[in-house]
């Protein structure tokens, strides 16, 4: 039997992109990357293995609206069910929401709702927390806000620069979300 199909959706390094497809025990494939900027290296990870990828400019489109009906008709188009994002530095509206109900997943580098939107592990070093996380949640229409499949604590130590941070942050991120779209796709 083939696999569901997903799409991740990143614009960014694509570090946790290369750990979803890197794992041969998810009940998926990643069938396509979506992205908003045509620069990104995370698009040279999906050129080199060979998974299409669908790059759009928000600038010529009227709306988030408008560009994510086009990106509606790709995904539907390749009879994609599920939506991975990871490092989309977009908010999601009705239009994907509503076509793709319960299907989007994001990933967040802290324990929401401490420190959501952007740079999250900064905002961790600069509050001097001792424990700071990762978060997987599903997708709603506010900033890192809806609700929460899994978090792991990451320990914030007292030598930590932003830059180790992030090391020990993102090697938990690689190991927790392919875990978490695996348990999740087999219910
Ligand atoms: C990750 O830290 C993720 O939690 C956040 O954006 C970052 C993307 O990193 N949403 P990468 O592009 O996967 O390396």
Request: a negative charge; glycine letters at 6%.
């Amino acid at each position: 039997m083939s696999k569901v199909k997903a799409a991740v959706f990143a614009s960014g390094t694509g570090s946790n992109f290369d750990a979803i497809t890197a794992r041969t025990d998810l009940p998926c494939e990643i069938d396509l990357l979506v992205s908003d900027k045509a620069e990104a290296a995370v698009i040279e990870k999906a050129n080199k293995q060979n998974i299409a990828t669908y790059v759009f400019d928000a600038k010529a489109y009227d709306s988030r609206e408008a560009y994510e009906a086009d990106i509606v008709k790709e995904l539907q188009t390749r009879g994609i069910e599920w939506i991975f994002l990871a490092g989309y530095m977009r908010l999601v509206s009705k239009t994907l929401l509503t076509a793709f109900e319960g299907k989007i997943i994001n990933i967040h580098p802290s324990l929401l709702p401490d420190f959501p939107g952007l740079d999250a592990i900064g905002q961790a070093h600069e509050a001097g927390v001792k424990e700071t996380g990762v978060t997987v949640h599903f997708v709603d229409e506010g900033m890192d806000t809806g609700p929460v499949i899994a978090q792991e604590v990451v320990p914030v130590l007292p030598e930590d620069t932003k830059e180790t941070l992030q090391k020990r942050i993102q090697e938990v991120e690689h190991q927790l979300y392919p875990n978490v779209i695996k348990e999740l796709l087999q219910k």
